[in-house]
């Protein structure tokens, strides 16, 4: 009977660690930066550390590509600037329906920060932040399909 002990506490805890993976694979979405014509600026994947829609908080991490679409919106170079490196983490919440990302966390000056009431709007505005305060350059939008992990 001793043999047996060990092998169900292994099975037990693979059990439990496979739960967790399964958990945090569903929280890849799609997203796109549009400019105000509706045109895309750029295409991303955010894996959010919570589902989309639902109350959290944590680090998410993002990949973005920008469109060969050129802006006129002096703020989307500046932004498009910041996301060029393509990948990173960004502090992702979701509180009383209001959703708010922040790609340049503990940045205080040039930073991208998006922010939707989404119960109330189709799409959120994507700010670039600097010491003259947030400026609106683009609309941002999750798509509410998960994208393949």
């Given amino acids: ?5 060990p092998l169900l506490f292994f099975l037990l805890l693979a059990g439990l660690l496979g739960a967790g993976e399964k958990e945090t694979a569903g929280r890849k979405y799609g997203f796109t930066v549009t400019d105000s014509e509706g045109q895309v600026l750029g295409k991303g994947v955010i894996a959010l550390p919570f589902v989309f829609g639902s109350e959290g908080e944590g680090t998410a991490t993002w990949q973005f590509t920008a469109s060969e679409l050129s802006s006129t919106n002096k703020y989307w170079l500046k932004a498009k600037a910041r996301l060029a490196k393509g990948t990173g983490d960004a502090k992702a919440a979701c509180k009383d329906a209001w959703f708010t990302l922040d790609f340049n966390p503990g940045s205080a000056d040039n930073n991208v920060i998006v922010s939707w009431a989404i119960k109330k709007r189709e799409s959120g505005t994507i700010y ?4 003259d305060g947030g400026h609106p350059f683009a609309s941002f939008r999750i798509s509410q399909k998960k994208s393949q992990p």
């Fill in 1 to 5: 009977m001793k043999p047996v002990l």
């Fill in 128 to 131: 670039f932040a600097d010491f």
